[in-house]
C-alpha cells in the first residue's frame, strides 16, 4: 500500500528545481532521468522533488507496460487551478483596496 502526506501546493512551488519540472513538464511527460539531466539536479536529488510534488498532487506518476520499472511523470493542470484560483482571488481583493486607498486620498485631496 502506497501512504503519502498532503502537501501545501504553495510549499511545493516554493522551490526554484521543482518549478522547472514544473514547467517541462508542462510540455508532456518524462522520466525521472531526464527530468535530473534537464534540471541538473542528481537523481536521488530529483527523487525527494518528484515525491513533495506527487505529494501535493501536482504530478502523477505512471508505470510503462512494457517496463514496469520504468515510471513517467505528468503535469496534473487541474491541481494548478486550485492555486490559480486563489491568486485570482488575492488580485481581485489587493484590487479593490488599491481602488478604495485611491478614492481616499483622492477625496482628502479636494
Do not use: N
Amino acid at each position: 500500500m502506497k501512504y503519502s502526506c498532503f502537501v501545501d501546493p504553495f510549499e511545493a512551488l516554493a522551490d526554484p528545481t521543482r518549478r522547472q519540472v514544473i514547467q517541462l513538464l508542462g510540455s508532456g511527460p518524462r522520466r525521472a532521468g531526464e527530468l535530473a539531466e534537464d534540471v541538473g539536479a542528481s537523481p536521488s536529488a530529483l527523487s525527494r522533488h518528484l515525491k513533495l510534488l506527487l505529494d501535493a498532487s501536482i504530478v502523477t506518476d505512471e508505470r510503462i507496460p512494457e517496463d514496469a520499472r520504468v515510471r513517467l511523470f505528468r503535469l496534473r493542470p487541474e491541481s494548478l487551478a486550485a492555486v490559480q484560483a486563489y491568486l485570482d482571488q488575492l488580485q481581485a481583493e489587493w484590487r479593490d483596496q488599491l481602488q478604495s486607498f485611491q478614492r481616499h486620498v483622492e477625496d482628502r485631496q479636494r
